[in-house]
């Protein structure tokens, strides 16, 4: 049918014969889009008289908000935390391969590294060149050298007396950064908890030996996430749960959830304790890749920031030890093994890879399909292997036949 | 001259009621055969009645029988001083239960602005938008259980024309269960044709469904025309179809019931197949 609108002259797209998640179910409804927004059918029809210029057949698949990786090293062969003359190429490399992995928007993470290396990546817009950059997540270097996991030691820092000054020292600019993973047992980092989240940058706990005390003290001040729940934490113990306590904490401030990320690659977390946590705190579940620069190479050994890995199989050993370097499972893969591991629903396991990471963060018009949010959108089957994603309602991959 | 009826028509359920009323209003719009210079002119109802008759359209719709486009819909009536996109106001209702579905252009529907600056010139252009059209072809209505048609409430003048009216306590009982079965969520006012607006349209279909409706259609067709079951006005229209299940007919006499279900079958010819004319223009 002809388009007739008054407000806008951008074409109007609807997908139909879909089941889109919205309000935390699978429903039966067309999705519409306009200039990159999903669109108020209901209102354009009688605000505007209008109607779609394009129709998209889904062909009955799911249609979730497209996915958000907040924590991911790189891939392809690419390490964000090496140092390069061209790291943009790199970032952009890893942004369009994610793609097809339902990953549209993401933070490129940083590791622990040399003052040199927290180099600027700009946060932007994605797009068919790939998934959107949300800003940098910055992993170390003010963590706990007990739970470095496969940080080099020599790079790691605590706070002098400048608390936030020192930070500052350490990364040159918070512009470009969305979130700063630290240990909050170390002096003075109370004080730089409580000023990033003043400018707006997520905090995040990890790499740490704090107990459950200082954990809520950080969360307290600011602090609403907790780096890969289980690993490189003091493990959960009935009489201070340590940073795991957080997620039945009866100090966390009323209004406000603490989320954690989860690696659900089947190898970081025994699938019951994947349970475990999901079932004492199922809302602040975040899935996340952690995934390293192996991810999409085969076996063999790679470089990770300062440090030499090993990969076999789905495995990625700190070379010579057993120490897990990090995962090489794509987003898709963990959405599954969620979903497989802790039974359950399809909805809770597509929202805990697009709505809890966008509420983590607070962009309010992504991880969702209301009107007025982003079309960033994946289609998916039944069994959650992606069929197409989109973003800002155009197809930027699209699963060959 | 146009024949002069008065049509019973009884089905054993409300599915099956449902159905014959939708094959009834899909068959005379293939009939008129609409096109670009000749819309068919459809009168609309909301309420839980008509839900099921909605669904079998759009089905008919999807099954590529019949096509909105040169279709112009007029509804009855619509909350005063509820937000449009309140999920229980009328244009919630058309578009989630029917528009949304079919192919039928918004410039062609027309509901009553319940939040227009000036009521009654709301009203008085409505009346105009219809005389406009051409008049209505095909009123489809329902009944409340205190026999209103639209909001005409018992009392109302059997030749009133579109304007706002204030709804009788029944009514707003009767809607509470849309507000959370609380009363004072429920609006007072709303706008509405007339019953002389839905007495001008060429043909009437009145759906009738449910035991609690009963009473009322006993009122509406076997006692005399009476403003206080404002439906009773339709004994006096040319051309009416009264679509019912068994439970809409428990209060009626026995007699009655078998006169009219004596003729289903000379009836169902109007229902049986797909008129064969070009569908889509």
């Given amino acids: ?401 | 001259m146009s024949p002069r009826t008065m049509k019973l028509i009884v089905l054993n359920d409300y599915e099956q009621a449902s159905e014959w009323a939708a094959k009834y209003i899909r068959n005379k719009i293939l009939l008129f055969r609409p096109g670009p210079d000749r819309f068919f002119t459809l009168g609309l109802p909301t309420g839980s009645t008509p839900m099921g008759c909605y669904k079998k359209l759009i089905e008919y719709y999807e099954m590529g029988q019949i096509s909105f486009q040169y279709v112009k819909t007029f509804n009855m009536d619509e909350y005063v001083g509820l937000p449009r996109d309140h999920p229980e106001s009328y244009h919630s209702f058309m578009w989630n239960q029917f528009f949304k579905h079919i192919d039928i252009k918004a410039e062609n529907t027309h509901i009553l602005d319940g939040n227009a600056a000036d009521l009654q010139a709301e009203c008085a252009a409505f009346e105009e938008k219809i005389t406009a059209a051409g008049g209505i072809e095909l009123f489809v209505g329902g009944i409340g259980p205190d026999g209103h048609i639209a909001f005409n409430e018992p009392g109302s003048s059997l030749v009133s024309r579109t304007r706002v009216k204030t709804l009788a306590k029944d009514t707003i009982v009767a809607n509470a269960r849309f507000f959370d079965g609380d009363l004072s969520k429920v609006p007072t006012m709303a706008l509405t044709v007339g019953v002389g607006t839905v007495m001008d349209a060429k043909e009437v279909l009145i759906l009738i469904t449910g035991a609690h409706k009963a009473f009322a259609l006993y009122k509406a067709i076997e006692e005399g025309v009476n403003h206080m079951w404002t439906v009773s006005a339709f004994q006096q229209h040319p051309q009416t179809v009264f679509v019912c299940d068994e439970d809409a007919t428990l209060e009626l006499r026995v007699k009655t019931v078998k006169y009219f279900k004596g003729m289903m079958h000379v009836h169902n010819r109007l229902v049986e197949t797909l008129p064969s004319v070009p569908k889509k223009n």
């Fill in chain 1, 1 to 401: 049918m002809p388009s007739n609108k008054s407000v806008s002259d951008a074409p109007i797209t609807q997908f139909v014969n879909c089941r889109i998640l919205r309000g935390s179910r699978l429903q039966r409804e067309d999705l519409w889009v306009r200039s990159g927004s999903i669109l108020d059918p209901e209102k354009l029809f009688f605000d505007e008289q209008g109607y779609a210029d394009d129709r998209v057949d889904c062909e009955g698949s799911i249609m979730a908000p497209g996915f958000i990786d907040v924590q991911i090293n790189g891939g392809y062969g690419v390490d964000f935390s090496e140092a390069s003359e061209d790291v943009s190429a790199g970032v952009s490399l890893v942004s369009k391969k994610i793609l097809q992995h339902g990953v549209t928007s993401f933070c490129p993470t940083l590791v622990t590294s040399p003052a040199a290396v927290y180099h600027k990546v700009k946060v932007h817009d994605g797009g068919a060149h790939g998934a959107g950059v949300l800003g940098l997540h910055l992993e170390g270097p003010f963590i706990s050298a007990e739970k470095k996991g496969a940080h080099p030691e020599r790079f790691l820092r605590t706070f002098q007396a400048g608390g936030i000054d020192d930070l500052m020292a350490a990364y040159g600019s918070l512009d470009n950064v969305a979130m700063v993973t630290l240990a909050p047992e170390l002096a003075g980092s109370q004080s730089v908890v409580r000023e990033l989240c003043r400018r707006g940058v997520t905090v995040s706990l990890g790499h740490s030996v704090a107990n459950l005390s200082q954990a809520e003290e950080a969360v307290d001040q600011g602090a609403s996430f907790i780096t890969h729940l289980f690993n490189a934490m003091l493990p959960f113990h009935h009489r201070d749960p340590g940073i795991v306590g957080l997620l039945t904490s009866d100090r966390v401030p009323s209004g406000r959830t603490v989320f954690y990320g989860m690696i659900a690659d089947g190898i970081h977390t025994n699938p019951a304790a994947l349970r475990i946590a999901h079932r004492a705190h199922p809302e602040g579940l975040v899935l996340v890749t952690d995934a390293i620069m192996a991810m999409g190479l085969p076996p063999g050994r790679r470089t990770l920031g300062q440090q030499v890995i090993e990969i076999q199989g789905l495995h990625a050993y700190v070379a010579g030890t057993k120490t897990l370097s990090g995962s090489i499972a794509t987003m898709d893969t963990c959405v599954r093994h969620f979903k497989h591991a802790t039974g359950c629903s399809v909805e809770e396991a597509l929202e805990a890879a697009s709505l809890h990471p966008a509420q983590l963060l607070r962009l309010h018009h992504k991880g969702n399909l209301d009107y007025g949010s982003d079309a960033d959108l994946v289609l998916l089957d039944d069994d959650l292997n992606l069929k197409a994603t989109f973003i800002s309602g155009e197809e930027v991959w699209k699963k060959a036949p």
